[in-house]
Antibody, heavy 120, light 107 residues
Framework: EVQLVESGGGLVQPGGSLRLSCAAS????????MSWVRQAPGKGLDWVSS????????YYADSVKGRFTVSRDTSKNTLYLQMNSLRAEDTAVYYC?????????????WGQGTLVTVSS | DIQMTQSPSSLSASVGDTVTITCRAS??????LNWYQQKPGKAPTLLIS???RLRSGVPSRFSGSGSGTDVTLTVSSLQPEDFATYYC?????????FGQGTKLEIK
């Protein structure tokens, strides 16, 4: 059974940093692309970043480029999102999601989400 | 960047009705279009990939069609559990943008 469990969310001040983790199980982690998608309170889905199965290709939304870094650790079956220079508009529930294949970012399984609140 | 526009933004319908939601891309995305369903307080779930490929386990009353710039999701014979918010997403090229969502409510 595929499981994705996010952690690392919380309250952070503007300009601060946070690292989200997504522990994956139930599939061969390095064979699938992974993505981060966020949802601000009461708003729609907002794609943030994706990374290929091998980790060699990464993609970012313009709104987070240069501030966020996606990475993955195959030995730990864990996906990460390092978030720096956080802004109020980054406040959202952050979901990690599994792709259909190594270079696919169609998200067929999602975690339960972790809430990030950026506020002073 | 490819912009995705869903219509309508909200929709009221009754159990047993058939509804159609449209997603329009700002440029051709071939069939790289996916549909997700989200219920309040829950993570989204994948319904359809590649415009028309029904995910295993998803009821056959859900169907997708179209390619290029216009893709549609049709839900036939609405069931109570279908009242939710639906999102399209293009995976043709990054950034992999979502539509703004369509909230399907019970009339």
């Amino acid at each position: 059974e595929v499981q994705l469990v996010e952690s690392g969310g919380g309250l952070v001040q503007p300009g601060g940093s946070l690292r989200l983790s997504c522990a994956a199980s139930g599939f061969t982690f390095n064979s699938y692309g992974m993505s981060w998608v966020r949802q601000a309170p009461g708003k729609g889905l907002d794609w943030v970043s994706s990374i290929s199965g091998g980790g060699g290709s990464t993609y970012y939304a313009d709104s987070v480029k240069g501030r966020f870094t996606v990475s993955r650790d195959t030995s730990k079956n864990t996906l990460y999102l390092q978030m720096n220079s956080l802004r109020a508009e980054d406040t959202a529930v952050y979901y990690c999601a599994k792709g259909l294949g190594s270079g696919s970012y169609v998200s067929d399984y999602w975690g339960q989400g972790t809430l990030v609140t950026v506020s002073s | 960047d490819i912009q995705m526009t869903q219509s309508p933004s909200s929709l009221s319908a009754s159990v047993g009705d058939t509804v159609t939601i449209t997603c329009r891309a700002s440029q051709s995305i071939s069939s790289y279009l996916n549909w997700y369903q989200q219920k309040p307080g829950k993570a989204p779930t994948l319904l359809i990939s590649s415009a028309s490929r029904l995910r295993s386990g998803v009821p056959s009353r859900f169907s997708g069609s179209g390619s290029g710039t216009d893709v549609t999701l049709t839900v036939s014979s609405l069931q109570p559990e279908d009242f939710a918010t639906y999102y399209c997403q293009q995976t043709y090229s990054p950034p992999y943008t979502f539509g703004q969502g369509t909230k399907l409510e019970i009339k």
